[in-house]
């Protein structure tokens, strides 16, 4: 199946040829046709023009590169050392703030590199940062308005081209280029932009890593434990490379507070790896913090497949970090969706090695990705309890599952997106919406859009499913079926059509449609449409309930309307 190339437009103030190379012909996801305009330096006017013609078709990403001189004129004085009336400048952000909102209406996602000025220029020198004159001070409080201003807009991200100018180094800014083809960067600065900027294109995809599975011995803490007992692991303390293991475990601790999940694969005896994970004092992470592990004498490509199967993820979410080049090596060939990073052979390098990663980026973080190692534990208590019982029915009115709906809102509406924008297998469009337009979506005359929670006496499983409809008439047609695999084959499914079922009844439709539009990775969702009772046209991948017939709430759960059960 082909790639799917994604339109992003692209507005500068300067000659941006450069870097529409560079992240038109970047290899990573999501694939990308770049558009500019004709000519540059004309931001301000195009933002005005609603209806230019490059907003047609609909860009799914802008990106406005702009230098501050350019966008306030008032600014240019400051670098030349006039003095500036009180709020001039800010006034003239604000226009540029409120232009910006009204084209994030046109688009998915818009993207703002902040503004900066070349690294060569002092300014007032050491009074720069004191004066209200000093351009970096000036220029500090510029770029704070405007991440006040664009902030609360849930599709607008403002990046940091301070750092890429820092990453760069010296070379970041380089006159000839500026006088010969107005260009205020160098070709570097664009090269260390590019994967930050298309790391954020795929988050807003769904495209993120959700599970980090690490190695033990000399990854996770220093020296092999069943040879030197935990008491003698190199583990934080006043030890140079203990401390940096420790940081480095800090710093995977901090992606679980983001949503991604924990979990190990090591070659060692399982009850001596874990009595160092409880006893170590050095140990930031614990067993609570991991979603699971295999700690056998197994081949670890098997291992992973193993633990991602139990949590029912793709490889292509997993990521593996393990000291060992033949393991790394194994693991790579053998399972080439699964990402292997090369990892630095000395233990002070392995926090940068993960900060440098930029796969797990996510537009939003929720207090559902915050718990998310807890859902998964809770999802594997389920799996365990399920063995104990001879069917599947009997498990499920064992679960005490409650099932309940309710309509988009302020609240849910980012966990709503989120869901949308990462979920594969049960969905049944595969829509990639962002907030804003989603929530234009859903505000429509002729459009519901409800969100599904789940929990059984294991706990709560959280928003996990998304029901939309469209009517037409008679017809009312489900625009989008989604549900996290978590819960998938929990007659969550069947209660979800059930609902829609009722829902589309009240509205006076006397049928329900569902055009199922095949990914590489939804077939389950058809399936399920398959043999959920409704009629089915499988060569035109068309499903349909006459509503003679009301579509039945499974026995096995309870569901709770909005307002009550029934």
Same mark, same amino acid.
């Given at each position: ?72 004129p ?45 690294g ?47 990453? /760069? ?39 993120? &890593? ?23 692991l190199?583990?934080g ?17 901090? #992606? ?8 190990v ?73 699964? #990402? ?8 002070l390098?392995?926090? &940068? ?7 797990f ?74 907030? /804003? ?16 929670f ?14 939309? #409809? ?21 007659k969550?499914?069947e ?15 006397t ?52 307002? &009550?059960?029934?």
């Amino acid at each position: 199946m082909a790639v799917r190339e994604h339109k992003c437009l692209l507005l500068s103030s300067f000659t941006i040829d450069n870097f529409a190379g560079y992240i038109s012909n970047a290899p990573s996801l999501p694939a990308l046709e770049v558009v500019t305009l004709p000519a540059y330096d004309n931001v301000i006017q195009f933002l005005l023009e609603s209806d230019n013609r490059y907003w047609n078709p609909k860009p799914e990403f802008v990106i406005i590169w702009s230098t501050p001189d350019r966008i306030c004129p008032s600014f240019k004085k400051v670098m030349n050392y006039k003095p500036v009336l009180d709020g001039v400048i800010a006034d003239e952000v604000k226009v540029f703030s409120d232009l910006v909102v009204e084209a994030a209406r046109r688009t998915g996602q818009l993207f703002i590199p902040s503004w900066v000025i070349p690294g060569d220029d002092r300014g007032l020198g050491i009074l720069d940062m004191k004066s209200p004159l000093g351009i970096r001070r000036t220029l500090m409080k510029m770029n704070l308005q405007l991440m006040e201003a664009l902030s609360p807009v849930p599709n607008i991200y403002i990046l940091d081209t301070m750092r890429w100018m820092m990453l /760069t180094g010296k070379e970041a800014y380089n006159p000839l280029l500026w006088y010969m083809a107005k260009i205020p960067f160098s070709n570097e600065v664009f090269k260390e932009a590019v994967p930050d900027i298309k790391t954020a294109m795929a988050a807003s995809l769904g495209l993120r &890593k959700k599970l980090v599975i690490v190695d033990l011995d000399n990854t996770l803490w220093g020296g092999i434990v069943g040879e030197m007992g935990w008491e003698n692991l190199r583990l934080g303390g006043h030890d140079s490379v203990g401390e940096a293991f420790a940081d480095f475990q800090k710093g995977l601790k901090r #992606l679980t507070d983001m949503g991604v999940v924990l979990g190990v694969v090591s070659k060692n005896e399982e009850a001596v790896a874990l009595e160092a994970i409880r006893n170590h004092p050095g140990m930031v992470i614990r067993l609570e913090d991991l979603v699971a592990w295999r700690i056998n004498w197994q081949d670890k490509a098997e291992n992973i497949v193993s633990l991602t199967e139990e949590l029912n993820l793709g490889l292509s979410s997993v990521v593996f970090i393990d000291d060992n080049p033949r393991e790394r090596s194994r693991v790579r060939e053998a399972l080439p969706e699964v #990402l292997v990073p090369e990892w630095p052979g000395n233990p002070l390098l392995y926090r &940068k090695a993960l900060n440098d990663l930029r796969c797990f980026d996510s537009i939003t973080v929720t207090e559902e990705d915050r718990g998310k190692t807890g859902l998964y534990q809770s999802e594997l208590a389920r799996k365990k309890d399920r063995r104990r019982l001879p069917s599947l029915n009997s498990w499920l009115k064992t679960l005490e599952i409650k099932i309940w709906a309710e309509e988009l809102n302020q609240t849910n509406l980012p966990r709503a997106v989120q869901l949308l924008n990462k979920t594969n297998q049960m969905n049944l469009r595969t829509r990639r919406l962002s907030e /804003t337009v989603l929530k234009e979506w859903a505000d429509h005359d002729s459009h519901n859009f409800w969100v599904v929670f789940v929990e059984d006496k294991f706990g709560e499983s959280g928003l996990t499913g998304i029901i939309s #409809l469209e009517h037409y008439g008679e017809s009312a047609v489900i625009a989008d079926f989604v549900l996290s695999c978590r819960v998938i084959g929990r007659k969550v499914e069947e209660t979800m059509l059930a609902f829609a079922c009722r829902k589309a009844k009240e509205m006076g439709a006397t049928e329900v449609l569902a055009e199922y539009l095949t990914t590489l990775k939804n077939k389950p969702c058809f399936d399920f449409f398959f043999r959920s009772g409704f009629t089915s046209k499988p060569e035109k991948d068309l499903f349909g309930w006459l509503l003679e017939n009301d579509y039945p709430f499974p026995e096995e759960v309870a569901f709770l309307d909005p307002d &009550k059960m029934i």
